[in-house]
C-alpha cells in the first residue's frame, strides 16, 4: 500500500514501515532509542519490531501493565524516571509499540520529557490504527475522566503493520471496528455500508478499509488540526459513548473495551440525530441493528443513566456549562455543537435497551 503523507509525517504501511524506519533512524543523529511496549505487546509485538530493525544504536525497552486503568499520570512519571535513570536526552528517539493506551501515553511522554523527544507510533490494535495513532492526540486519563491532560503534537511517522493483528482477540478486533463504523457515518455512507457486510470481506479487503479509514481521518484532521470545528465530528458516539466506558471502568462484569463504549455511544447519539437533526428514526434504528449485531448488547439500568450523564460535563467539547454532541444529520454528514436535553437523553437509554 502507499505511504500516506500528511501536512507534519508519513504513515506507512506492511513490510515498507521497517525499511522507512531504518533509513530514518540511519538518517538521523539519535543518541539511543527506547520502545515503550506494555506487557502484551513485549510478548507478541516487541520481537517482530526487533527482528525488523538494522542499528547499532543501544535499544532500551521499557515496559508498562497493559489496560485503560493504567493510562495515567503515575504511569508516565514511572516512564519519565526509566528515561532519565537511563540515561535519554535530547536526542533519544522513543518508539511506541501498542495500542492506544501506549501511543495516547507515549506520545505524552515524548512532548513532555526534556520538553520534546522524537517519537514514532506503531500501532498494534485496529482500534490504534484507524484512530489513535492518527492526528497527534497525546494523553492521559485523570481518574476515571478519559484523556483529560494531554497535548496535541504529531509524530514523526507511524508505521502501520496489519501482521500485528493476528495477535489480538476476536473482541480487541471488534472494538477498532466501531471507530471504523464512525468514520463511516460521519463522513462516507459507501465505506459504512461496505464495513456492514462483513461476512463477505476478505483479509485483503481489510487492509483497504484499514487504508481508506486513515485517509477518512486524515482528510478532517488536516482541515482542522487543533479540534476548533469539523474535527469535534470525530467525536460521534464519543459523548456519550466516554461516559459509559468510564462509570464501567472498573466493573468486575461490565468494564466496556473503548470501541465497545463507543458503539454504545454511536446508537444512543443516533437517537439523538434523529430526534434533533434530520436523521430518520428509521436510519437511527438501522444504525443501532447493525452495532448491536456485531458487538452484542448490555443491560444499563435506570439506576445508572444519572450517574453516566454526570460524567458528561467533563467533556472537552463543552463549553460555558453547555454538553455539546457532535451529532449526524444523514449517513455520511456530521453537525458538531449540538445540545441535547437530559430528557431526550434518557430517552436515547430507552432506546437501547428496547
Known sequence: MTSISTQDYIIHFNQNSYTALNNYIKENSFSNIFVLVDSNTSTHCLPVLLSNLVTELTIEVIEIEAGEQHKTIDTCLGVWETLSELRADRKTLLINLGGGV????????????????????????????????????????????????????????????????????????????????????????????????????????????????????????????????????????????????????????????????????????????????NLSMDKAQQIKNNTIKVFGKIDIPETDYAAIIDLMKFDKKNEKGTINFALIETIGKSKINCVASNELIINSFKFYNE
Open 102 to 277: 501506549v501511543t495516547d501515553l507515549g506520545g505524552f511522554v515524548a512532548c513532555t520529557y526534556q520538553r520534546g523527544i522524537q517519537f514514532i507510533n506503531i500501532p498494534t490494535t485496529l482500534l490504534s490504527m484507524v484512530d489513535a495513532s492518527i492526528g497527534g492526540k497525546n494523553g492521559v486519563d485523570l481518574g476515571p475522566i478519559k484523556n483529560q491532560i494531554g497535548i496535541i503534537k504529531t509524530p514523526n511517522m507511524v508505521l502501520v503493520d496489519t501482521n500485528y493483528l493476528s495477535t489480538l482477540s476476536a473482541r480487541e478486533m471488534r472494538s477498532g471496528l466501531a471507530e471504523m463504523l464512525k468514520h463511516g457515518l460521519i463522513y462516507n455512507e459507501s465505506y459504512y455500508n461496505k464495513l456492514t457486510e462483513l461476512s463477505d470481506l476478505t483479509l485483503d479487503d481489510l487492509d483497504q478499509l484499514i487504508y481508506d479509514s486513515i485517509e477518512i481521518k486524515k482528510a478532517i484532521v488536516e482541515q482542522d488540526p487543533t479540534e476548533q470545528n469539523l474535527r469535534k465530528s470525530l467525536n460521534f458516539g464519543h459523548t456519550l459513548g466516554h461516559a459509559i466506558e468510564s462509570f464501567y471502568l472498573n466493573h468486575k462484569t461490565k468494564a466496556l473495551l473503548h470501541g465497545e463504549a463507543i458503539a454504545i455511544g454511536m446508537i444512543l447519539e443516533s437517537f439523538l440525530s434523529a430526534e434533533l437533526l
